[in-house]
Nanobody, 123 residues
Framework: QVQLVESGGGLVQTGGSLRLSCAPSGRPFRNSGMGWFRQAPGKEREYVASIWWTSVSGSYADSVKGRFTISKDNAKNTVFLQMNSLKPEDTAVYYC????????????????WGQGTQVTVSS
């Protein structure tokens, strides 16, 4: 059973930056895709970004394109989400997710989830 552990959340002012990290334990990142999702109070969980283990660059939701960057360190089995120019509407619990099937990855159907880390952007 893979466990995903997120870190790096916190409180930041509008325009600030945070970097989230996610490390899957019990399973190497190889042959899988990693993604970030978020859920704001009263809203459904939404896709933020994802990257396949052999990819050089990731995919992004329109709402974060140009501000967030997903990256990975395969040697350290860790995925990062660099969040710049943060806005109050980015406030949410951010979840790391993993999927081993490329078809599911393309459809953004992730199978394993972390517990989430809170990101709060003050205005």
């Amino acid at each position: 059973q893979v466990q995903l552990v997120e870190s790096g959340g916190g409180l930041v002012q509008t325009g600030g930056s945070l970097r989230l990290s996610c490390a899957p334990s019990g399973r190497p990142f190889r042959n899988s895709g990693m993604g970030w999702f978020r859920q704001a109070p009263g809203k459904e969980r939404e896709y933020v970004a994802s990257i396949w283990w052999t990819s050089v660059s990731g995919s992004y939701a329109d709402s974060v394109k140009g501000r967030f960057t997903i990256s990975k360190d395969n040697a350290k089995n860790t995925v990062f989400l660099q969040m710049n120019s943060l806005k109050p509407e980015d406030t949410a619990v951010y979840y790391c997710a993993l999927v081993a099937d490329y078809g599911d990855y393309v459809r953004r159907v992730f199978r394993s989830w972390g517990q989430g880390t809170q990101v709060t952007v003050s205005s």
